[in-house]
């Protein structure tokens, strides 16, 4: 009698323990899922205060042990864990209606994990995205009507084709992240301001670099834009997490690249540099896209907004 005591008290535990998915934890799932990979850091710089980091945590942890996110760590180098949705998580969302159509294995994503420098290009993905996502909060004129992760292109690349001198050219690109913004002037009309990223991380060399160009600039004088998103103009931003040296040999390589073919100049135009600011989190997000802190290839005494004001 006593053991069948002992064993309903159990279960009983074990029903009140049963984790059930509450709001704060729904919005965690909800923000992998736009970011893709993050960390507890990344994931509490957008929607709460730092000071709430521990808390963040814990409820990372929460989804963690119940198999809803997984944390990814670096077998080598202790780093602060980076967190994607698990099989359990997808499932969530999926049954929200969200479109969660990916191949998972949680090995693969394990793996991918040790490289240090995948690790590191993602979260750099995420702090763009994060920096995007605070921006049109704070500044009522601006919203994001698009927003399409690098995991995106590469289930479905952009291929453009260009005709050069009776010759076709076909180039794929992938890039990084796209953002549409659309912004509301005070009478009322709105703009859209599409926006192609490249995250540097200064460990491309010249050829890989001015492959990637040559890619561009075929899909910018196909006009590729168009059919694949839809929008009439484009800007290719190039963003690196180095220095304002890496900037001016981009800056150099894309103008070479540009010169082997004779481009014109409203073409180099379309193409945008920056340095990214060496922690985000400290960095408004106005800075990044209001202020005139962006480079087009050849003109170095007139910098430009990003979304040209």
């Given at each position: 009698m006593h053991a069948t005591k002992q064993?309903?008290?159990r279960q009983n535990r074990k029903?009140?323990?049963t984790f059930v998915v509450t709001p704060v934890h729904d919005l965690l799932l909800h923000d992998l899922h736009t970011l893709q990979r993050a960390t507890a850091e990344q994931l509490t710089r957008l929607n709460y205060k730092m000071g709430m980091l521990t808390t963040v945590k814990a409820r990372l942890k929460d989804l963690a042990d119940n198999r809803y996110v997984l944390p990814l760590s670096h077998p080598s180098i202790r780093l602060p864990y980076m967190y994607?949705?698990?099989r359990k998580g997808l499932?969530?969302?999926?049954?929200?209606?969200?479109?969660v159509r990916e191949y998972f294995r949680p090995s693969q994503e394990e793996d991918s994990a040790k490289n240090f420098l995948f690790r590191e290009h993602?979260?750099?993905i995420s702090d763009i995205?994060?920096?995007?996502l605070l921006f049109v909060k704070t500044e009522p004129s601006y919203r994001i009507e698009t927003m399409l992760h690098e995991r995106v292109f590469k289930n479905t690349p952009i291929t453009a084709t260009y005709t050069r001198n009776s010759r076709d050219e076909t180039k794929t690109i992938v890039p990084d992240a796209y953002l549409a913004f659309i912004s509301t002037s005070p009478s009322g009309k709105e703009e859209t301001i599409p926006v192609l990223w490249e995250l540097?991380?200064?460990t491309e060399d010249q050829k890989f670099y001015r492959r990637k160009i040559r890619a561009y600039i075929v899909f910018l004088k196909s006009r590729a834009f168009k059919?694949?998103?839809g929008v009439e103009n484009i800007t290719i931003a190039f963003a690196t997490t180095t220095d304002h040296h890496r900037v001016k040999q981009m800056r150099e390589w894309t103008q070479k690249e540009m010169a082997l073919t004779n481009e014109p100049a409203w073409l180099a135009n379309l193409f945008l540099f920056t340095a990214l600011p060496e922690t985000m989190g400290e960095s408004e997000p106005r800075h990044l896209f209001l202020n005139p802190v962006w480079y087009t290839p050849s003109d170095d005494e007139n910098p430009v907004s990003l979304l040209g004001e």
């Open positions: 064993t309903e008290e029903k009140r323990t994607a949705l698990d499932n969530y969302l999926y049954a929200q209606g969200i479109d993602m979260l750099a995205l994060i920096h995007s540097d991380r200064g059919t694949f998103l």
